[in-house]
């Protein structure tokens, strides 16, 4: 194997600016990683060798010319399918969104170039980032590196897929009730969803705009910082970015957690998560005990009203956000249709797979007249006292720890007779979204060679806490320096 491919994202962008290898070296090296390995893995859905180089030509140019080539200089990103660019199909994993070009890039994939990654091309995901195993994407499913007969998770299993194997340094995902955080556990990665509002999502297509959040997947903290500091803050072309300082996050990796208090919900280590998996975890708080941390136990009460009150906000969102795609404006168009509604239905019919098609219907049915006030107004408010309750547990810790997900990947299609045991696979990570704090997932150990998360939970724009926690831990341990054996 090429030693490349083994580099975190700093260490491959340190060796570009010191001349010790060509940006065109790594991304050679990343493309025919992917041509070797991806018809096991197919995380990819469009790989870019043309402009990949291209790109990574401007950065050494640009080195040789003594210029400031960014920080992720020769870098390889794979960007999930749900995020524009300009000229390259974009297709949200969907037969709807077929032979749609973007005739823009999406900000966070602006920052990244202007940084000096160079991105391969896009990866797969649950169709319009709907689901928990990549299995419902519209054109193939991606397996996980580490056994190809499970599933990377999802949305943003083909972002995960991509780092775990080796075929990008560092993927962007986005996260609604888990997307990166549950992919990155089933992949042994670093996974963060910032805090909403902390990164622009101009040019992400939307699934449900008031949770849905960018963020890196990545194999360190380090990485993840770094990247971070590239895509965090404002933008004036989303509403919802923030206008606040963009901190520098790898400063805040000290590897000093002394002092921190964490604390542990008794709600995420209740019946539904594994025996084996809560075992890992408590090992792990052990571990940040011993480096310094106060261990505190907490509570999270409406934790277990989380799940339902999403599965009404996020598809009554995603039924507004999916009215758009009718066959005329772009995507996908049926030809046999006597008139406009049955172009418009006909397209969707079949443009649409079953998950996004259930989802739509339930959240039409939750907006529709009579029916608001019972179930989405209702789930607003249970949203609140989630929020509340974070907020209160914040007052007494800097952190909350628990499990990312109740087991392992499960295997392809061991899941996919049964939407209720799906969709619990999001219980732990569902509540960051409604309450619009930052999480991130790391691995804290192997379950039969499968990877174990554990996750890390803030107040509001607390990610240089979480990322300190989770780089100190990473130097503690071994744990992120495994590779499958592909």
Not at 26 to 47: G, P, S, Y
Not at 427 to 447: D, K, Q, R, V, Y
Request: glycine share 8%; net charge negative.
């Amino acid at each position: 194997m090429n030693e490349i491919l083994t580099l975190t994202a700093a260490a491959i962008a340190a060796k570009v600016k010191a001349r010790e290898i060509s940006a065109r070296e790594v991304t050679e090296a990343f493309l025919a990683r992917i041509e070797a390995v991806d018809n096991d893995i197919q995380a990819f859905v469009t790989v870019t060798p043309e402009a990949s180089l291209k790109a990574a030509d401007a950065v050494d140019a640009k080195i040789a010319a003594g210029e400031d080539a960014g920080s992720l200089a020769g870098a390889p990103v794979a960007l999930k399918d749900n995020l524009c660019t300009r000229g390259i199909e974009t297709t949200c994993s969907s037969k709807i969104l077929r032979g749609f070009v973007p005739p823009y890039n999406a900000t966070v994939v602006e920052k990244l170039a202007s940084a000096g990654a160079i991105a391969l091309g896009k990866v797969n995901l649950d169709e319009f980032a709907m689901g928990s195993s990549t299995e419902n994407s519209g054109l193939f499913p991606t397996r996980n590196p580490w056994d190809l007969t499970k599933v990377p998770g999802g949305s943003s299993g083909g972002s995960a897929a991509a780092v775990a194997s080796l075929e990008a340094s560092v993927a962007l995902g986005s996260d609604t009730g888990g997307s990166i955080r549950q992919p990155a556990a089933f992949c042994g990665l670093v996974g963060l969803k910032p805090t909403y509002g902390r990164v622009s999502r101009y040019g992400l297509v939307a699934f449900a705009s008031s949770l849905d959040q960018i963020g890196p997947l990545t194999r360190t903290a380090e990485d993840a910082a770094l990247v971070l500091n590239v895509i965090a803050g404002q933008d004036s072309r989303d509403s919802t970015s923030v206008p606040r300082p963009v901190p520098d996050y790898t400063k805040a990796l000290t590897g000093d957690i002394r002092g921190l208090k964490i604390g542990v919900p008794i709600e995420y280590f209740a019946e539904g998560i594994s025996t084996e998996v809560r075992a890992f975890v408590t090992t792990a708080i052990g571990i940040l005990r011993g480096l310094g941390a106060e261990i505190i136990e907490v509570s999270l009460p409406y934790t277990d009203y989380a799940l339902a009150a999403y599965y009404i906000v996020a598809p009554a969102e995603a039924s507004s956000n999916l009215a758009r795609y009718d066959g005329v404006r772009f995507g996908a168009r049926v030809t046999s249709a006597k008139d406009h509604i049955e172009l418009f239905e006909n397209t969707r019919d079949e443009g649409f797979g079953a998950e996004v098609k259930q989802r739509i219907l339930t959240g039409t049915y939750a907006l529709s007249a009579g029916y608001y006030d019972a179930y989405y107004a209702k789930a607003q408010k249970v949203r609140t006292l989630i929020r509340r309750d974070f907020d209160a547990a914040f007052e007494k810790v800097d952190a909350i720890i628990s499990p990312t997900t109740p087991t392992p990947a499960f295997g392809l299609g061991e899941k996919s007779d049964d939407p209720l045991a799906m969709k619990l696979s999001d219980i732990c990570t569902i509540p960051a979204n409604m309450a619009g704090i930052p999480a991130l997932s790391l691995c804290c150990g192997f379950l039969d060679g499968l990877p174990v998360g554990m996750q890390l939970q803030g107040p509001a724009f607390s990610e240089e806490t979480l990322l300190n926690i989770a780089h100190t831990y990473q130097l503690e341990t071994d744990w992120h320096t495994r590779r499958p054996t592909l």
